[in-house]
DNA sequence: TGGAATT
């Protein structure tokens, strides 16, 4: 107990208690007599709005809120005073939470009591601060990216110390120790963050990084929350190339975590997503079947030059954005005869649903709308109606997670379209196997793709495969060079 | 010839 209090530097109680206290603060609040109670209108003490709620620590756990009230009294009318307790065993934790009905009161006991006095039985003085529920730092704490791995918290601290106090520095740092390019950086105000915002965001890139300095405010835990369940989400569509596809349904998803941030991960792992992963599987596997038949009339010939990649022609997948010609070579289904690439794929008898309008009950059904969605208005002005009900602001497609594959699957393409991106490059890799994922290279200043990309399998012989077909395969003026892509280390002299 | 990154 004791020995729990003093391990703590600063006195506060570690963060699980504080938050278990703060997030339900009328629990001890009932019994101890000094809060309002929320019954009677007229004992109701106001409070300013800008109350400012304090943390007091090093409190002798001999002391309750009645013997604590009347030495925090002489600073002001306390509107709530709570020793925090343990939630099980009710045990006093030696510290509480301080609300005066002004906010002046407030600023006037930390300065008369903070670390000024010590009480009977305790070896450290008292603490009288805003409680870290009050401020978090997050409006004055940066995240900053893009450094140069060798960079030190002093290197960081030396780029950000003109704009501000700066009263922490973080590199972060995978288990090894090697940093990850990354670093938080907290100033005394949010003023001060703002300035090296301004000053410091895109301003430089460091060397050896890939693209500029990025400076901007830390995540909330809301949104640290939010990426968690995202990379979940990914991490379950990542064998699956259909994702991409499906991007409409990931937003959905996104979506419904947004409303239910709390029960997301049981929801996704209790199967709401599975059963999609495993439509989309089947879908797969049935498309594919297809690219195979498609195959036979068009061989795979390396240089066919200005010919079409096999299985491209072949009625692929609904969800390209646009058609792309490069000097007739297109990544997309046939829509010659002028019916829309969906209606190609499932005219074939493999339309997975009969032609009805989604309901809102059906997930999957709102999922295959949003493929339909995504086709565009264009090709589907009465499904595109009905999913405008759906829904009512289409949600932003969430990039597909980027995955490596194991050893001999990933590949490096060059000499892509100039209008190729990493749909595009999905499509045309779709035939040899499994793509795990698929990466066009985008000039970050110009959004220009950069005209080579990575696709990775998840096995070595369709990276193979792949390689045999397309390597050396013409596009208008090019030919694709598709080659394993380099060991990480590879270039390194020795 | 990468995919980044939020304690």
Redesign the pocket.
Known sequence: MYIKMATLANGQPDNTSLSSNHSNPSTNGHMNGLNHSPGNPSTIPMKDHDAIKLFIGQIPRNLDEKDLKPLFEEFGKIYELTVLKDRFTGMHKGCAFLTYCERESALKAQSALHEQKTLPGMNRPIQVKPADSESR?EDR?L?V??LNKQQSEDDVRRLFEAFGNIE?C?I?RGPDGNS???A?V?YSSHAEAQAAINALHGSQTMPGA??SL?V?F??TDK??TM?RMQQMAGQMGMFNPMAIQFGAYGAYAQALMQQQAAIMASVAQGGYLNPMAAFAAAQMQQMAALNMNGLAAAPMTPTSGGSTPPGITAPAVPSIPSPIGVNGFTGLPPQANGQPAAEAVFANGIHPYPAQSPTAADPLQQAYAGVQQYAGPAAYPAAYGQISQAFPQPPPMIPQ?????PEGC???I?HLPQEFGDAELMQMFLPFGNV????V?VDRATNQSKC???V?FDNPASAQAAIQAMNGFQIGMKRL?V?L??P?DA?RPY
């Open positions: 730092g704490k995240f990216g893009m922490e973080t972060l990850k390019g990354c938080f907290k890939s693209s990025v901007k830390a995540d949104e640290r990426r997670q980027q995955r490596e594959g990933n590949l490096f060059y795990i994922s698929s990466k290279f080579f990309g990575f990775s060079k080659q892509k380099r990480k270039n």
